[in-house]
């Protein structure tokens, strides 16, 4: 495994992040200990959820999972940077969401309960608030640093401008503030390389991105579907998104299968060659799925294949940051 530094901090992530949403709905408490004792056997130590994931409203199910995983012991806490989230909707009650300082303070009391632990590693808004003031929002987090409940904060589904906001309200109060940003990124939908990137790396915020596969569009799915599997992209919203690329994706499985690598293994080497990306978080739903997303780590992409890349998934407009991306 290899490691590295979340944006401008000491503190040592996996180059992998380990995403557990489907932990409780899709994968069952046995397997779900399961996959966590494996990544940590792969020296995987940054796992990634929130305190909505397992969608019983105000449960926190795959926090709960996590907790009875850590309370069998053997160090699992201390072996793991723990990250989870605040934001989403925990009750019918109004201020049971959001960004309130009244329910960051209970949320990350709920989350600690949940997860059996003192502290959360990283606490990421899980969407900018459009109607709390970040002086708030930071009084808030200060309050939670200060009595080591939390340890550093981070953001998710940013723009660039609401970085530069929170980062020049926590200057003026002295405090760290964001040290990373969570966002969608992958080589079907790269907006977030316009303005949130750029901003990420000006304020040295690490990038996490999430559907990194695009819903398992990138993870070999037309071949899978050929050998009777891939059910996620051959229902709903993937179902449509395939209809769409089906010329480009079947494009890039025949490239990958010229490279000799796992579609799935070249979406995540080229997320981790992308500048400012500290690690891809990975979603297994099973234990043979998160053994193979391992190989991404052993792929090289020459300049060559990363040209071929940008050619059938062009970046917007000229590609790279804004203005240049749409202007002169």
């Not at 793991?80 to 909707?89: C, D, F, Q, S, W």
């Not at 053994?291 to 998934?313: H, I, M, P, S, W």
């Amino acid at each position: 495994m290899e490691y590295t530094n979340l944006g401008r901090t000491g503190l040592s992530v996996s180059r992998l992040c380990l995403g557990t949403m489907n932990f409780g709905p899709q994968t069952s408490e046995p397997d779900s200990f399961a996959i966590m004792d494996r990544a940590l056997e792969h020296g995987i130590n940054f796992f990634d959820t929130a305190n909505v994931y397992g969608w019983k409203l105000g449960e926190g199910v795959t926090e709960q999972i996590i907790g009875r995983w850590f309370d069998q012991g053997g160090g699992r806490r201390d072996k793991v940077v723990l990250a989870t989230k605040v934001y989403g909707k925990m009750s019918d009650w109004p201020n049971d969401q959001g960004l309130s300082a009244r329910h960051i303070i209970r949320a990350c009391e709920e989350s600690l309960r949940r997860l059996r632990t003192d502290t959360i590693d990283l606490y990421q808004m899980h969407h900018v608030s459009r109607t709390t003031p970040w002086e708030e929002i930071w009084q808030a987090m200060e309050t939670l640093v200060a009595q080591g409940k939390v340890l550093y904060v981070g953001s998710s589904n940013f723009a660039g401008w609401h970085i530069a906001q929170a980062q020049a309200a926590a200057g003026r109060r002295n405090f760290l503030g964001l040290v990373s940003e969570q966002s969608i990124y992958n080589l079907l939908t790269r907006h977030a390389e316009l303005e949130v990137i750029p901003a990420a790396q000006h304020y040295g915020l690490g990038i996490i991105p999430w559907s990194p596969l695009h819903g398992g569009l990138l993870s070999g799915v037309i071949r899978k579907m050929a050998e009777g599997g891939a059910a996620r992209g051959t229902s709903g919203r993937a179902a449509d998104a395939l209809a769409e690329h089906r010329p480009t994706i079947e494009a890039y499985e025949k490239l990958c299968a010229d490279l000799g690598h796992d579609p799935a293994d070249v979406a995540l080497a080229w997320l981790l060659s992308r500048p400012g990306v500290t690690a891809p978080i990975v979603g297994p739903r099973t234990m043979d799925q998160l053994d193979r997303n391992l190989g991404a780590l052993d792929v090289d992409l020459d300049e060559a294949t990363l040209k071929r890349l940008d050619e059938l998934f062009p970046p917007v407009g000229n590609g790279g940051p804004g203005p240049e991306a749409w202007a002169w």
